[in-house]
Nanobody
Framework: QVHLVESGGGLVQAGGSLRLSCAAS??????????VSWFRQAPGKEREFVAG????????FYSDSVKGRFTISRNNTKNTVYLQMNNLITDDTAVYYC?????????????????WGQGTQVAVSS
């Protein structure tokens, strides 16, 4: 089992920045060989893909809504994946989840992920 814990959420004004972290414990070897993605879910909406990173960090993927503003990265020696969020807008308000895939390939659908964190709230005020 891989246990994921997100941190770094909070309240920020529009235009501000936050950095989310996703720390893994348990079978960390599995985590280091897994694609990891960030999803988010706003009230009344479905969970949506935000960004994903391959197991090596060599490939990254972003949704159109965050491309150019968010950056995903990982440090496998620390078993941690990060999401740097810049130029935040009110539409970014949501609970953000990290998820790990048993495959090495980034998938954009939540159903493809085996391990999930509990989520961290991000609120952007105007």
């Amino acid at each position: 089992q891989v246990h994921l814990v997100e941190s770094g959420g909070g309240l920020v004004q529009a235009g501000g920045s936050l950095r989310l972290s996703c720390a893994a414990s348990g079978r960390t070897f599995t985590f280091s060989m897994s694609a990891v993605s960030w999803f988010r879910q706003a009230p009344g909406k479905e969970r949506e893909f935000v960004a994903g990173i391959s197991w090596s960090g060599g490939s990254t993927f972003y949704s159109d809504s965050v491309k150019g503003r968010f950056t995903i990265s990982r440090n496998n020696t620390k078993n941690t994946v990060y999401l740097q969020m810049n130029n935040l807008i009110t539409d970014d308000t949501a609970v953000y989840y990290c998820a790990a895939n048993s495959n090495t390939v980034v998938e954009v659908t939540p159903q493809e992920y085996d391990y999930w964190g509990q989520g961290t709230q991000v609120a952007v005020s105007s």
